[in-house]
Nanobody
Framework: QVQLVESGGGLVQAGGSLRLSCAASQRTFSSYPMGWFRQAPGKEREFVSACSRSGSMTDYADSVKGRFTISRGNAENTVYLQMNSLKAEDTAVYYC???????????????????WGQGTQVTVST
């Protein structure tokens, strides 16, 4: 059982930056592909970013490409989401997720992920 805990959310002005962290409870975390998703009020949860087991492969939603960067510190059992040039439409609860697989691929569908964190609120003010 993997437990994921997100942190780093908060209130920021448009144009600002935040870095989200997702800490895993197991050292085997480094074996799992990871993803970030978000859910805005009244909307369905959507894909934000994903990275492979090694972190060498990454993927981003078009809406965040060029502004967000996913990375992982396997020694720290942590995955990060650096968010720059934040916009009001980035306001949402952000979730990290882990997929229990030995594949080196990455996934966009939330249905592919096995473990989820509790979420962290990001609010961007204008």
């Amino acid at each position: 059982q993997v437990q994921l805990v997100e942190s780093g959310g908060g209130l920021v002005q448009a144009g600002g930056s935040l870095r989200l962290s997702c800490a895993a409870s197991q050292r085997t975390f480094s074996s799992y592909p990871m993803g970030w998703f978000r859910q805005a009020p009244g909307k369905e949860r959507e894909f934000v970013s994903a990275c492979s087991r090694s972190g060498s492969m990454t993927d981003y939603a078009d809406s965040v490409k060029g502004r967000f960067t996913i990375s992982r510190g396997n020694a720290e059992n942590t995955v990060y989401l650096q968010m720059n040039s934040l916009k009001a439409e980035d306001t949402a609860v952000y979730y990290c997720a882990a997929k229990l697989t030995t594949s080196y691929w990455i996934w966009r569908s939330e249905n592919e992920y096995d473990y989820w964190g509790q979420g962290t609120q990001v609010t961007v003010s204008t």
